[in-house]
């Protein structure tokens, strides 16, 4: 007689106990890095790219929308994502991470952030930006290879460089 095809009864539990791991596994790997990512914004917002910085392989990528605005462009490698931060910092903006979802194995896992910013005017306080963003990268083992962003309204980033600009909030450099 011939065995059936497929799994015995007696596998089922086991199965299922090791569907329900790996999904208890992947939920604490989202949680864990939600954790950090908002630790590090918070860093961020007080002023120290740092620790933001340090999730980056030396040779990432980090790919903004092009337009006439100091963020524009590419920023290929660690030094190019500082002074990209910097800029970032000395404009004022603050941001927060609303939400993250996960996908892949660690060596290659992918993240998308929603990820909202706002800057104020350093005298009045008023409100000079926000945005909402969804943020794209791929990480290996940790760091981030390359990363992309985007924003609901590029206008707005053209605007707030104009008006940091009018503030006498220059660009960082080298």
């Known amino acids: 007689m011939r065995r059936p095809r497929g ?9 299922a106990a090791g569907v329900a791991g790996a999904s ?23 002023g120290d790219y740092r620790p933001l910085l340090a999730g980056y392989r030396d040779d990432a990528v980090l790919r903004f929308n092009d337009g006439a ?8 490698g660690k030094p190019a ?13 603050q941001g927060e ?3 993250l979802a996960i996908g892949g194995p660690l060596w290659r896992l992918r993240l998308f952030v929603r990820f ?3 800057a104020l005017a ?3 306080g008023e409100q000079i930006y926000s945005n909402r963003t969804a943020l794209v990268a791929q990480t290996s ?18 605007a707030l460089d104009a008006r940091l600009s009018e503030l006498g909030i220059a660009p960082a450099r080298g």
């Open 81 to 93: 994502i500082e002074r990209f931060l910097r800029d970032f910092v000395g404009a004022g903006l």
């Open 24 to 46: 208890l596994a992947r939920a604490a790997l989202r949680q864990a890095i939600l954790l950090k990512l908002r630790h590090d914004v918070r860093s961020l917002n007080a």
């Open 116 to 118: 909202d910013d706002y």
């Open 7 to 15: 799994p015995r009864t007696g596998d089922l539990p086991i199965a």
């Open 141 to 158: 083992w940790g760091r981030i290879v390359w990363q992309e962003d985007f924003y609901e309204d590029t206008g707005r980033i053209v």
């Open 122 to 124: 350093p005298a009045s």
């Open 97 to 99: 991470v609303i939400d």
């Open 69 to 76: 605005h100091r963020w524009a462009g590419e920023h290929r």
